[in-house]
């Protein structure tokens, strides 16, 4: 039988699928910033430093200890049928993480009277960060100087990568903010879990790692 490849090229959008909130979560949770920056040594020892990325990928590692599997409770079915959908660490995916999923009156740009296009954001201890995927399940608020506007007539979003294009473009100086929700796009690090049974009808998930991709 011919064997089957996907190839896939450059960042993937491919599911808009959400990782299930599961039973069983347990601490801790390891959320790990990762920068790319390479580093050389003149031969008088002094370092030349250059950095590749101009904000970070999100490194998680969750662990579950316990993965109901009965009549009723179907956590583990959940899981492996989600990582499994997900072929690995082939498709991306989006993660809703509790601890870092929302804002309140962002700012996002500054009008320079020509500009239509302005990218989302959020900010974590003053550093900003572009928002990627957007919670549509929750509209979110935009606002050109403290005045709402009216998405599909003031404005359009694309939930997918977080863009948002004025019909017309803000004026010079206009603040331009906005409140609602937004998920990490991620990918699976490896191509395996180990899910293990540790009483009937009990499971346990000891490692799950994944990182946020751009």
């Known amino acids: ?13 491919l599911s808009n699928a959400v990782f299930p909130a599961l039973t069983g979560l347990t601490f801790p949770v390891v959320k790990t910033p990762m920068w790319s920056t390479k580093t ?36 583990l079915q959940t899981l492996a049928g989600f990582y499994n959908a997900r072929n690995g660490g082939f498709d991306t995916w989006l993660f809703n993480d509790p601890d870092d999923n929302s804002v309140t009156l962002q700012g996002f740009g500054i ?3 020509a500009s239509t296009n302005f990218q989302l954001t959020r900010s974590l201890g003053g550093y900003v960060e572009p928002v990627l995927a957007v919670n549509a399940t929750s509209a979110p608020a935009i606002y ?8 599909g007539t003031d404005y359009t979003l694309n939930v997918t990568t977080g863009l948002v294009t004025f019909t017309t473009a803000p004026a010079v100086s206009a603040t331009l903010t906005w409140t609602g929700s937004y998920y990490w796009r991620c990918k699976f690090l490896d191509d395996s879990i180990d899910l293990s049974k540790f009483m009937q009808n009990l499971w346990e998930l000891q490692t799950l790692n994944f990182q946020s991709v751009k």
Not at 144 to 151: A, D, E, F, S
Request: no cysteine.
């Open 1 to 13: 039988m011919a064997a089957l490849f996907r190839v896939q090229k450059g960042s993937p959008h």
């Open 40 to 75: 050389q040594d003149s031969v008088s020892g002094k370092e030349t430093r250059i950095g590749f990325w101009s904000y970070p990928k999100w490194k998680y590692s969750l662990a579950y200890d316990i993965l109901r599997s009965d009549n009723v409770n179907l956590e």
């Open 111 to 113: 009008g320079d009277g």
């Open 144 to 151: 050109i100087n403290g005045t709402l506007k009216i998405g």
